[in-house]
């Protein structure tokens, strides 16, 4: 039987609200494919596991019995866009859920995207997605290694084309289409300093508007509140393209903040307050006119 590795200490303490807290695994959170001493750590610690788990008496009948348990199909729930419908679908044993597209309800699905594809051993998935109102091109977010960061791609719908747009330093997206189709928005946070992607706090995030065909750094910016640096934000947009509402969040708390501005005002202007307090918890479920 393999031995646990042994596992360096560092001395590193980080000091909140004038309590010091020792972080000695410090350097474990370095990125496994960047790291070779993060990377031969878990080597290690997959031996030990393997010995241990290799050596169940029953391990291949509960294999078998949890295969066969697991191996049917599931969909997700479709939406539907100018008559193309979208939903996810795994056939059973796939690591990730696959992406389809279908021209009707009851016409077959295609492949749009299959995250297995990615990588071998399923460690890139698919984040959000959000098509825009012709349906005719797609929005999606990749996360890699188990990270909340993700990186949004574009690509065209019927041709399955990657467009040359890539937004980085995303972890929510909150991808949100302009009606035309020429852009989107979508919610991003400062770059991290080199080497400090994965330790760093994900704060200050910020709103802002991406034109396609255009580099990432000349995305026009929308809204953000560096005043309060861990607030979340997820704007969404009415159906009868009226309006933008933003809904602002603190924390895990689930009372929130809503504010509106008409969608065709200038991307720098101001939002309006609708309900400016934390004491409930309010869903935007649409508008008639004005209401």
Not at 239 to 256: E, M, Y
Not at 275 to 282: R, S, T, Y
Request: hydrophobic share 35%; no cysteine.
């Amino acid at each position: 039987m393999s031995s646990y590795p042994e596992t360096r200490r560092v001395e590193q303490v980080d000091t909140f609200h004038g309590v010091d807290v020792p972080d000695p695994y410090r350097w474990l959170e370095e990125d496994v494919r960047e790291s070779e001493e993060v990377a031969e750590w878990v080597k290690a610690q997959n031996t030990v596991a393997r010995d241990y788990l290799d050596a169940i008496p029953l391990r291949k009948q509960i294999q078998e019995r949890l295969t066969k348990l697991w191996n049917f199909e599931r969909y997700s729930l479709p939406t539907q866009t100018a008559g193309k419908y979208f939903y996810m679908k795994n056939n059973g044993l796939q690591n990730q859920a696959v992406l389809y597209v279908a021209d009707g309800f009851d016409s077959p699905g295609r492949v749009l995207i299959d995250p297995n594809t990615w990588s071998e051993d399923g460690t890139i998935a698919l984040g959000e997605t959000n098509e825009s109102d012709d349906a005719k091109l797609l929005a999606y977010a990749r996360k890699e290694a188990g990270s909340d960061w993700s990186t949004i791609y574009v690509m065209e719908v019927e041709t399955g084309k990657q467009l040359d747009d890539k937004l980085e330093w995303v972890r929510w997206g909150n991808i949100v289409w302009n009606a035309e189709g020429t852009g989107f928005f979508y919610t991003r946070y400062p770059q991290p300093k080199e080497g400090e992607q994965f330790q760093s706090l994900a704060t200050n995030p910020a709103i802002h508007f991406h034109k396609l065909g255009t580099p990432q750094a000349d995305d026009l910016f929308v809204y953000k509140r560096p005043d309060e640096p861990t607030w979340s934000f997820w704007l969404t947009r009415s159906d009868d393209n009226k309006f933008l509402v933003l809904t602002i969040s603190r924390s895990t708390d689930p009372q929130n903040q809503v504010l509106i501005r008409q969608v065709d005002a200038p991307l720098e202007g101001k939002f309006q307050p609708l309900i400016d307090d934390f004491d409930n918890e309010f869903s935007f479920l649409g508008n008639l006119g004005d209401k």
